[in-house]
């Protein structure tokens, strides 16, 4: 699996097994979204190679961090301290 930001600066891929696919209702997912739900990819830590470009990483909640793209803002993945060594990626196709 592979994909970028908006602008072209983050590129990123993800080898290894998909653990699963999720549809979130949360209400930080559809504030921060704007949307009724978002959809996430969930993968191991080790499989996740940042190829080019930079990230923001900020705390949105307890138990959530948002990284983004720095120029654009556009989300690439959220991690969880309670799921340890899983990255909740945003699904685009």
């Not at 190829?51 to 923001?56: A, D, E, H, V, W």
């Amino acid at each position: 699996m592979e994909g970028s930001c908006s602008c072209k600066s983050v590129h990123f891929s993800s080898s290894g097994e998909i653990k699963a696919i999720v549809n979130c209702h949360c209400n930080l997912c559809r504030k921060m979204n704007g949307s009724a739900f978002s959809t996430y990819v969930v993968v191991a830590d080790e499989g996740f190679i940042l190829k080019t470009g930079s990230l923001k990483k900020v705390k949105v909640s307890e138990n959530a961090y948002k990284s983004f793209c720095e120029h654009c803002g556009t989300p690439i993945y959220n991690q969880n301290p309670k799921l340890s060594g899983l990255k909740i990626l945003y699904w685009v196709q």
